[in-house]
């Protein structure tokens, strides 16, 4: 069974950092691309990140290009998301989402089958 959980959510302060961690089971990580979403209030799910099975292209929404960073670790089949300069419109329930197997370029939506249960990020002025 496959199963991701999300951590490092939280409350931060605007300008500050957070780091998300997904930790995987029952799947071989490294065979996967993976992705984050992120889901606020009264909103959709949209597309935050994502990055190939063995990290050499990664993908950003233009929200958070140049502040956000996914990277992976096979070794300890892990996901993460480094989030800087938080701002309060990146409130929201992030979610580790893995593919199914490569994604298109941009990836979507439809490439991710699992997901987790997500990770709350506050961020208040």
């Known amino acids: 069974q496959v199963q991701l959980v999300e951590s490092g959510g939280g409350l931060a302060q605007t300008g500050g950092s957070l780091t998300l961690s997904c930790a995987t089971s029952?799947?071989?990580?490294?065979?996967?691309?993976m992705g984050w979403f992120r889901q606020a209030p009264g909103k959709e799910r949209e597309f935050v990140a994502a990055?190939?099975?063995?990290?050499?292209?990664?993908w950003y929404s233009d929200a958070v290009k140049g502040r956000f960073t996914i990277s992976r670790d096979n070794a300890k089949n892990t996901l993460y998301l480094q989030l800087n300069s938080l701002k309060s419109e990146d409130t929201a329930v992030y979610y580790c989402?893995?593919?199914?197997?490569?994604?298109?370029?941009?990836?979507?939506?439809?490439?991710?089958?699992?997901w987790g249960q997500g990770t709350q990020v506050t961020v208040s002025s």
């Open positions: 029952g799947l071989y990580f490294r065979n996967y691309a």
């Open positions: 989402t893995k593919s199914q197997g490569e994604t298109g370029d941009p990836p979507a939506a439809w490439d991710f089958d699992t």
């Open positions: 990055i190939t099975w063995n990290g050499h292209t990664t």
